[in-house]
């Protein structure tokens, strides 16, 4: 993959904007594991959202899951971290992740817990290192433009199919090489366990 833009279509003759709801929060399967929807909450953000305000530069001193999830968006979002659990998907819109090759910003948003990013598409850089890292990461720009901040989201991440309002939004899911690589938690331990099978 190669992170370049791939418009979903949406399955649903209409989508119907939700309104603000709190919903129950599940923490997801992997990707193979994923035998149906799982209801998420959504964190709506704009285009262009860059790693620094994903996590500021003064923590790019830190380096572990634990150290860097605690400060997740803290540049755009100080009270994200407060706000989101388990499973939670954030949505925004183009260019997500521009800015710093470094990983420490999708590392950051998956230790904060979230499940996955839905974005009308993604700076190729973060996109690859989120992959690397075991973080589903979406291009699906008609579900960007339909859902408001804190609706509820199902979303199946086996077959990149993701419901809101009863609207279905269906996103290119992953090649099995790279639901391997994410179920595995990244690439890294995804070639050890290569490896040892050889």
Do not use: W
């Amino acid at each position: 993959m190669n992170g370049s833009t791939t418009r979903a279509s949406t399955i649903s003759a209409s989508t119907t904007s939700g309104s603000t709801m709190s919903g129950t929060v599940m923490s997801g399967d992997t990707l193979s594991g994923t035998t149906g929807n799982t209801i998420r909450s959504i964190h709506l953000y704009g285009a262009n959202i860059d790693t620094d305000v994903i996590l500021p530069g003064k923590y790019l001193n830190l380096y572990t899951p634990e150290d860097l999830g605690p400060h997740c968006m803290e540049g755009l979002d100080p009270s994200f971290i407060q706000r989101v659990r388990p499973g939670d998907v954030i949505i925004a819109g183009s260019n997500f992740g521009t800015g710093s090759s470094r990983e420490h910003a999708p590392i950051a948003i998956k230790a904060a817990g979230v499940s996955c990013i839905i974005a009308t598409s993604f700076a190729r850089i973060f996109y690859r290192n989120a992959i690397n890292i075991g973080l589903p990461v979406f291009e699906c720009a008609d579900i960007v433009a339909a859902v408001q901040n804190g609706d509820t989201i199902e979303a199946d991440l086996a077959k990149g199919l993701f419901t809101v309002s009863g609207a279905i939004f269906q996103a290119k899911p992953f090649p099995p090489y790279i639901q391997d690589i994410i179920n595995a938690g990244g690439l890294v331990p995804f070639v050890r366990r290569q490896l040892k099978q050889t």
